[in-house]
C-alpha cells in the first residue's frame, strides 16, 4: 500500500521562500507509477513523474515561485488509478486513496517571497491585553476623568457590564467605569511581576463609545483615558521596564460621531455626512446621502471606510505625519490591526512600508481562521509572504486548546491541525504568534470552562507549552469570569482575585522562561491513546508535556503510543509515566 505523510514526507518542510526547489517521496512499492500534480493558486495542475527507488517513489520541482502552492499524487498500479491526498482540506498528515479526482482534496504548500522576522523583543513576549476602561482608574480619588454626554457610571466598580439599547438593537447609552492611561502606568510593576513583557491596549483615540472601535479623532488621546501627557508618560514607563507597547489600529471604519463623519455635528470640521464636499467624502460610500450609508457589519454607528480611498490610506500611513508615523515615533513598538480581513491589501502594504522604516516594530492582524490560506470576500489574503503581516491573532490555537480541554476533539485531531499550522506558516511567524485564552471579543476562559479549575490548569500549560506568544486577557489570570459582550468586559476584581487561578498563571510565567519554550525551540508531538505528548526541544533542552483529557487515568508508554514525528532520540528518553483523570505532567528530559 502506498502511503505519504506531509510531516515526514516533503523536504525542506514548512513554509519555504520563493526559488526553493522540493524533495517528495512517497513510500511503498505496490505501484506502477506514481504522479505529482502540483498546481498554484487559481492555476492549472503540472504533473511530474517521481522515479521508483528501492522502497519508495522520489522526485523534485523546479525552483517554485512565491504563492500558494496544492498538490497531491497520481498512483497507478495494481488497484487501478487511486489519488493520494489529504483526510481534511488544508489539513496535512498522512494521506489517504481517492478513487475519484474530483473527491480528492489537496495538501496546502506556502511559498513565500521572503522569510518573515519580528523583533527581537516580540520573539518570546507575554503580553497583557488591556481593555481600557475597565482596568485601573489611576486618579486618588477614584473620579473618571471627563465624563462623556448621555452615558453613565455604574454605582460600584463590582457592578457587571450592560448596554442600554433601542429597539434597532443600537446601544444609545454607553456604560463608563472610569479605567485610564494612568491607571495603567502605576500597575506597570504589578504587571510585570506577573511575567508579562509588553502591553497591547484596546483603542485609546477619542470616540463616543467605551470601547473606541469607533474614532472619532486618531490624533487625539480620549479624554476619559487622560492626556496625552498621560500617554506619554506611559510610553516612558513601559520603557524604562524594558518593556513595550502595542497599540490597537482600527482603520477599517470610525464612528458616525466623528471628526470624518460628523453626524452630530459635535466637531466644528464638515464631515462627510453634512456635505458632500467635505475634504473627508471619498472615505466613505453613500447609499443615499446622508443617512444611508456602508457600514461595519450594518452597524449604523460605524461607518465603513471606503477600501479603495487613496486620500484615506495616506492619512493612515502616508508618512512621518500619518496616524500611524505620529503615534510610532511617540514611542509606539507594534499595532494590532482591526478586522485585518477588511483592509485593502494594497493599504496593508503601505501599513507595512511606513512601519518597516521604524526600528523593531512589529504588525498583527486581526484574523481569525489560518492566515497563510485565507479567502475573505471572495479573494485569497496573501497575508504571509513578507510584505503584509508578522503575526496574526492565533484563534485556530485558542480554539484547538480549549476543545480538546473540553473533550470536543481527539488529541490525533488537534495535533494534526497544530502540525498544519506549523507547516502553512512562516517559522517567525508560527513561533511567535499572537496567541490568547480569550479576548474581548470572546467569552472569558474560565467561563468557556465552566468554572472548572481542574481544566484550566490543562489549558494554562497547554497555551504554556505550545508555541507562539503568550497574550493574556486583562483579569483572566486572577479568575474573572463572563459569557460573550458585554460581560467579558468586567472591570478588574481589585482585591478580590482568586489565588488559585494566580497561582496557574504564576507557573505558566515560570516555565515560559525555559529554554526550551522560547519561540526558536523546536516543537513537535505525538499521541497515546486520548493522550496528547508535545515535544519541545532547544540547543540544551528538551521538555515533554503529557495531556490527559479524559475521566480515567492513562498510561504513556512507548510501546502504545504514536511517536512518528520523533526523532529516534527523542523516543528512547522518553520515560513511561502514568498521568490522573483530567491532568498533565510536565517532564525535562534527560
Avoid: C
Amino acid at each position: 500500500m502506498m502511503e505519504y505523510d506531509s510531516f515526514l514526507d516533503r523536504q525542506p518542510g514548512g513554509a519555504v521562500t520563493a526559488g526553493t526547489a522540493l524533495h517528495f517521496t512517497v513510500r511503498g512499492t505496490d505501484a506502477d507509477s506514481v504522479m505529482l500534480m502540483l498546481r498554484q493558486d487559481g492555476q492549472a495542475a503540472l504533473s511530474t513523474n517521481l522515479a521508483h527507488t528501492a522502497d519508495a517513489f522520489e522526485g523534485a520541482t523546479p525552483p517554485l515561485s512565491s504563492g500558494l502552492w496544492f498538490y497531491r499524487f497520481v498512483v497507478v498500479g495494481p488497484r487501478g488509478t487511486q489519488i493520494l491526498a489529504p483526510t481534511r482540506t488544508g489539513l496535512g498528515g498522512v494521506s489517504v486513496a481517492y478513487q475519484e479526482q474530483a473527491a480528492a482534496a489537496w495538501y496546502q504548500l506556502t511559498v513565500v517571497a521572503r522569510q518573515e522576522t519580528v523583533p527581537a523583543w516580540y520573539e518570546n513576549a507575554r503580553i497583557y491585553h488591556i481593555f481600557v476602561d475597565r482596568f485601573n482608574n489611576g486618579n486618588a480619588d477614584g473620579h473618571v476623568n471627563a465624563p462623556k454626554s448621555n452615558t453613565f457610571l455604574y454605582g460600584q466598580l463590582t457592578d457587571d457590564p450592560y448596554y442600554v439599547k433601542d429597539g434597532a438593537g443600537e446601544v444609545v447609552r454607553w456604560d463608563f467605569y472610569g479605567g485610564n492611561l494612568q491607571g495603567i502606568s502605576q500597575q506597570l510593576d504589578l504587571i510585570q511581576q506577573r511575567g508579562f513583557t509588553a502591553l497591547y491596549l484596546s483603542p485609546i483615540f477619542e470616540a463616543a463609545s467605551n470601547h473606541r472601535y469607533d474614532t472619532g479623532d486618531y490624533f487625539k488621546i480620549d479624554p476619559v483615558l487622560g492626556t496625552l501627557a498621560d500617554f506619554k508618560a506611559l510610553v516612558q514607563a513601559v520603557h524604562a521596564r524594558g518593556m513595550h507597547l502595542i497599540l490597537d489600529g482600527v482603520f477599517n471604519h470610525v464612528g458616525r460621531d466623528s471628526r470624518y463623519f460628523n453626524a452630530l455635528g459635535h466637531y466644528p470640521t464638515v464631515g462627510a455626512a453634512q456635505d458632500a464636499a467635505s475634504p473627508y467624502a471619498d472615505w466613505f460610500t453613500f447609499k443615499h446621502f446622508p443617512d444611508d450609508y456602508s457600514s461595519w457589519w450594518g452597524v449604523m454607528d460605524l461607518p465603513a471606510i471606503n477600501k479603495q480611498s487613496q486620500s484615506f490610506h495616506q492619512f493612515i500611513a502616508g508618512g512621518p505625519d500619518s496616524v500611524l508615523g505620529y503615534w510610532t515615533g511617540l514611542g509606539v513598538d507594534g499595532w494590532r490591526l482591526d478586522v485585518a480581513d477588511e483592509l485593502d491589501l494594497d493599504f496593508l502594504r503601505q501599513i507595512r512600508q511606513l512601519l518597516d522604516r521604524y526600528p523593531d516594530r512589529v504588525v498583527i492582524g486581526e484574523v481569525w481562521e489560518d492566515a497563510s490560506n485565507k479567502v475573505a470576500y471572495g479573494t485569497r489574503r496573501p497575508y504571509l509572504m513578507g510584505d503584509m503581516l508578522q503575526s496574526v491573532m492565533n484563534y485556530p490555537q485558542r480554539t484547538l486548546i480549549l476543545e480538546f480541554v473540553l473533550g470536543r476533539q481527539s488529541a490525533a485531531a488537534v495535533l494534526q491541525q497544530l502540525l498544519s499550522l506549523r507547516e502553512n506558516y512562516p517559522a517567525a511567524v508560527f513561533n511567535s504568534n499572537f496567541t490568547s485564552l480569550g479576548t474581548h471579543d470572546t467569552p472569558r476562559v474560565l467561563t468557556v470552562l465552566n468554572g472548572d479549575l481542574t481544566a484550566l490548569a490543562q489549558a494554562v500549560l497547554l497555551w504554556t507549552v505550545l508555541p507562539g506568544n503568550q497574550v493574556g486577557y486583562y483579569g483572566d489570570e486572577v479568575g474573572l469570569t463572563g459569557s460573550a459582550d458585554p460581560a467579558n468586559r468586567k472591570y478588574y476584581p481589585w482585591r478580590r482575585e482568586n489565588q488559585t487561578v494566580l497561582n496557574l498563571y504564576a507557573q505558566a510565567a515560570k516555565w515560559r522562561q525555559e529554554p526550551a519554550l522560547q519561540a526558536a525551540a523546536l516543537f513537535t508531538g505525538f499521541t497515546f491513546g486520548a493522550g496528547l505528548g508535545v515535544v519541545r526541544e532547544s540547543a540544551d533542552q528538551t521538555l515533554v508535556a503529557l495531556f490527559n483529557p479524559t475521566k480515567a487515568p492513562l498510561t504513556f508508554s512507548r510501546a502504545q503510543a504514536d511517536l512518528r514525528y520523533l526523532s529516534a532520540d527523542q523516543q528512547v528518553r522518553l520515560r513511561t509515566t502514568k498521568i490522573p483523570a483530567h491532568s498533565q505532567v510536565l517532564q525535562l528530559l534527560d
